[in-house]
């Protein structure tokens, strides 16, 4: 069974600061990962797919990488903003119908 | 997302009531999920659909069932709600699985009492 963990389940950060929130997963066997953003009472919105065969997505201030060999990723948000407030979800696809999400790592930038 | 709609959004419904969420999309997509969402939990797979009448179960499939009549409805029924099944329910969408990524729809905050 894949286990998603992310690490840690909150972090606070002043303004104009870089994010840097981590995603380890069990199985390395994986089609691919999705970064999430969820605002509170709200749905899932995707912020970046990597595919199995890719290192980095990049989109904006957001950058995320992929080392499956460790079982990890990580997602970068540059000069954070209050506006970055929101919980961001990592999910491994690990087979082709499937994801397997982390609990979520809550994030509070002020201002 | 326009393309992804769930109803009801919030429902209170009483112990041992059927209850049935519903799920329609205007984007042709192929697969379908039902997923739960509960503090600590994160998002938990309770079932998902391939196509019209294609549908298997998930991490979390006690206690729910689904039908999938025609492409753009995915139905998700409780035969007898408990207080375990008080919940946000998730409804996704994909084009030809998880390889081109998932697109959520707003929820349904279920309270059984």
């Known amino acids: 069974k894949q286990e998603v963990t992310q690490i840690p389940a909150a972090l606070s950060v002043p303004e104009g600061e870089n994010l840097v929130l981590n995603c380890s997963f069990t199985?390395?066997?994986?089609?691919?990962l999705q970064w999430f953003r969820q605002d509170p009472g709200k749905g899932l919105t995707s912020l970046l797919l990597?595919?199995?065969?890719?290192r980095e997505q990049t989109s904006g201030r957001l950058n995320a990488s992929l080392d499956k060999s460790s079982g990890r990723s990580t997602l970068y948000i540059a000069a954070s903003q209050p506006g970055d407030s929101a919980t961001y979800l990592c999910a491994v696809g690990f087979n082709d119908y499937k994801l397997s999400f982390g609990a979520g790592t809550t994030v509070t930038v002020r201002a | 997302d326009a393309g992804i709609t769930q109803s009801p959004r919030h429902k209170v419904t009483e112990t041992g009531t059927p209850v049935t969420l519903r799920c329609h999309q205007t984007?042709?997509?192929?697969?379908m999920y039902w997923y739960r969402q509960d503090p600590g939990h994160g998002l938990r797979l309770i079932h998902y659909s391939y196509g019209v009448k294609d549908t298997d179960k998930g991490e979390v499939s006690d206690g729910y069932s689904v039908s999938r009549s025609k492409t753009e409805d995915f139905l998700l029924t409780l035969e007898s709600a408990t207080s375990s099944q008080t919940s946000v329910y998730f409804c996704?969408?994909?084009?030809?699985?998880?390889?081109?990524?998932?697109?959520f729809g707003s929820g349904t905050r279920l309270t059984v009492v």
């Open positions: 996704a969408l994909s084009r030809t699985g998880a390889n081109y990524g998932y697109t």
């Open positions: 990597i595919q199995s065969s890719q």
């Open positions: 199985d390395s066997a994986i089609y691919n």
């Open positions: 984007e042709n997509h192929r697969y």
